[in-house]
């Protein structure tokens, strides 16, 4: 996938993610590992970082 598709998908996934209340920047567990919105979240903000450190 070209990098512009792969920071548009993650950029729609952070939308709707946050208008679902499901965005966790932060995780409210005991163990982070086991919340999911937690995991999805710091996937997209992976992609995000990534594509955002290869455009400097």
Same mark, same amino acid.
């Given at each position: 996938?070209? #990098?512009?598709? @792969? @920071? /548009?998908? /993650? *950029? %729609?996934? $952070?939308? %709707?993610?946050?208008a679902e209340k499901r965005w966790k *920047?932060?995780? #409210?567990?005991?163990?982070?590992?086991?919340? %999911?919105?937690y995991v999805r979240t710091q996937e @997209?903000? $992976?992609?995000?970082?990534?594509? %955002?450190? *290869?455009?400097?």
């Amino acid at each position: 996938w070209s #990098e512009d598709l @792969v @920071v /548009a998908i /993650a *950029e %729609r996934l $952070k939308a %709707r993610m946050q208008a679902e209340k499901r965005w966790k *920047e932060k995780s #409210e567990k005991k163990n982070p590992g086991k919340d %999911r919105d937690y995991v999805r979240t710091q996937e @997209v903000m $992976k992609y995000l970082s990534k594509s %955002r450190s *290869e455009s400097r």
